[in-house]
């Protein structure tokens, strides 16, 4: 059984995406616990709808390093096998990505290495780029820099909004980020050093890219 540990911040679309999936293909997993740095965190009503624990944990430690070391802390008490960050809004300090390396994984809204940071949808539109996307990645501690899992690519319509980019942008994000953990719960994925590796073979960053439309 996989034990997960979600970190979120807000929302909580994906960890609901998560949730159901692991119910529906009743995946060999389970989400532990719910870790949000916001109490207001719609995501944290999710998981207790779920019967899942949710927990906040507030910045009130006056330190990036302070608060990493109190997060780590909570998580480890519910003993992962797996950390998902789910839209947690926090830049990580080295030490606790370290803690947790091959075991912390992120999903971002853009086609990554591109579009790293924030406000993805609006620069993609900005840059007049065709397609934009979401990627699901190990966490280093280099920002939005580990290699990739998962990528679902969507086009860019003439006239889209941010907005209407997101909303396409999050559809295949709920796609993604359960079936990667489908993959963890079932032993596939993996990575050593700072490769990746699927079903024991190094998985290539441009093969990392699900073209699911
Ligand atoms: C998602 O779109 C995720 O890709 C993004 O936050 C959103 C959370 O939505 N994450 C980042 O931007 C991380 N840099 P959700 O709370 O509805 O799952």
Redesign the pocket.
């Known amino acids: 059984m996989l034990r997960i540990v979600v970190l ?10 998560i949730i159901d999936n692991i119910h529906d293909d009743e995946m060999d997993a389970e989400v532990v616990a719910v870790i949000s740095n916001k109490s207001n ?1 719609y ?1 944290l009503q999710r998981a207790e709808q779920a019967g899942i624990k949710a927990i906040t944990l507030e910045d009130t430690y006056g330190s990036r390093e302070q608060y990493d070391i109190e997060l780590q802390k909570k998580i480890d008490t519910h003993q992962p096998d797996l950390v998902v ?5 926090r830049i990580l300090s080295d030490d606790f990505v370290n803690h947790y390396h091959g075991k912390l994984i ?4 853009s086609l990554l290495p591109k579009y790293q ?2 406000n ?1 949808h609006q620069r993609v539109l900005d840059a007049g780029d065709t397609h934009h996307g ?1 990627s699901v990645h190990f966490v280093i501690p280099e920002l ?1 820099a580990g290699p990739l899992i998962l990528q679902a690519e969507v086009p860019i319509h003439k006239g889209d909004t941010a907005e209407e980019l ?1 909303q396409r ?2 559809k295949e ?1 709920h796609i993604i980020y359960p079936l990667v953990i489908k993959w963890f719960a079932e032993g596939r994925v993996k990575m050593l050093g700072d490769k990746v590796y699927k079903d024991g073979k190094e998985l290539l960053p441009q093969a990392a890219k699900l073209h699911l439309i």
């Open positions: 979120i911040s807000g929302n909580g679309s994906n960890l609901q995406a965190a995501g960050l789910a839209g947690f809004m992120n999903i971002h809204p940071g924030l993805t979401a939005d997101a942008v999050h994000e």
